[in-house]
């Protein structure tokens, strides 16, 4: 069996911690034989645990204490700490190595609910299990979310070669904002899901640009993302925002100008690599 979850970008802007899109890069869980302990074989870099403290095992185990140990195989194309969802496909793949192996027969929705749980906010485990755009709002008595296919554009990723943690970004935004800054931001981000959902990705993108939630702050720690952003400009893309809490920096621009684009931004010498991605529109599979 075979659980594949694709990457996901949160935010798009304005969207802070309610907007998620699923990206084409995924965390393939391979579930092997049973085993006498928990083992997860992988070749990613860094210190992920190969035992059973890794966090899809973790995961699993919290929501399905009984289960056998297995021997597991990940591959991912995800890169850590990128800001593109890495965390939230390994608790979405642990999610459903427990629906399977203990043949829970979650929903979708039931999956969304534990995910959140985990994670703490929806943004980017919701379309890592639904597919495509979803907007969401978390609430203290239960989350509401819709899903929506993204309207067609190029999509680049500039993935630097520079890690950020998430708790490193959210530590540089202010503790509060004043009623008439939170009104002006809502109203951007309402014009900007609305426009999504119309198809209208210049009039998006233009509202992606204007977020007051996180991005100016967050600015200082991704310097590039201005040169980005009037590189997009001059050569007709939509927009650039900050891939969840960055470091990678997503632009959508049209078809026609998005290799032109690839090559200015690759131009532009920053250690990063550019990526062509395509929307997900599945989210999490289960191959048998
Ligand atoms: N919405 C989150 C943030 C995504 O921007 O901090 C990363 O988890």
Same mark, same amino acid.
């Given at each position: 069996?075979?659980?594949?979850? =694709?990457?996901t970008t ?14 084409d ?11 006498s302990?928990w083992?997860?074989?992988? /070749? +990613?870099?860094?210190?992920? =645990? ?7 095992i ?21 890169p850590p700490a990128?800001?593109? $969802?890495?965390?939230s ?10 629906n /399977?192996?203990?043949?829970l027969? +979650? ?8 995910? #959140?749980?985990?994670?703490g906010?929806?943004?980017n ?13 978390? /609430? ?10 993204f309207p ?20 540089? +935004?202010?503790?509060?904002l ?5 009104v /002006?931001?809502?109203s951007?981000?309402?014009?900007m ?10 009039l ?5 640009e ?8 967050r600015?200082k ?8 952003r009037k590189? #997009?400009?001059?050569? $007709?893309?939509?927009a ?6 960055? =470091?990678?920096? +997503?632009?959508?621009? =049209?078809?026609?100008?998005s290799?032109?684009l ?5 131009g532009?010498?920053?250690?990063a ?16």
């Amino acid at each position: 069996m075979r659980i594949q979850v =694709p990457a996901t970008t949160a935010n798009l802007g304005p969207g802070f911690d309610s907007c998620g899109l699923a990206l084409d890069l995924y965390l393939t869980l391979t579930v092997c034989e049973e085993s006498s302990a928990w083992q997860i074989e992988h /070749q +990613l870099a860094g210190d992920i =645990p190969k035992d059973e403290t890794n966090m899809i095992i973790q995961v699993a185990k919290k929501i399905a204490p009984d289960l056998k140990p297995h021997r597991l195989v990940m591959e991912s194309d995800i890169p850590p700490a990128r800001g593109l $969802g890495s965390s939230s496909a390994a608790i979405v793949a642990g999610i459903e190595l427990a629906n /399977q192996l203990a043949d829970l027969g +979650l929903s979708r929705d039931e999956i969304v609910r534990l995910a #959140v749980e985990f994670e703490g906010h929806p943004d980017n485990v919701a379309p890592a299990i639904l597919g495509g755009l979803v907007v969401c709002a978390k /609430q203290p008595d239960r989350d509401f979310y819709l899903q929506h296919a993204f309207p067609d554009a190029a999509i680049l990723a500039v993935i630097s070669e520079e890690a950020l943690l998430t708790s490193e970004s959210r530590a540089v +935004l202010p503790r509060e904002l004043s009623y008439s800054d939170a009104v /002006q931001a809502s109203s951007v981000a309402n014009v900007m899901v609305a426009a999504l959902v119309a198809g209208d990705l210049r009039l998006a993108g233009e509202m992606m640009e204007r977020d007051l939630f996180h991005e100016t702050y967050r600015a200082k720690l991704v310097p590039h993302l201005i040169e980005i952003r009037k590189k #997009v400009a001059e050569f $007709g893309g939509y927009a650039a925002v900050l891939s969840g809490a960055g =470091p990678t920096v +997503l632009v959508l621009a =049209p078809h026609e100008v998005s290799e032109t684009l690839r090559q200015e931004l690759c131009g532009l010498g920053f250690e990063a690599e550019v990526k062509q991605l395509r929307a997900e529109p599945s989210g999490v599979r289960v191959f048998k």
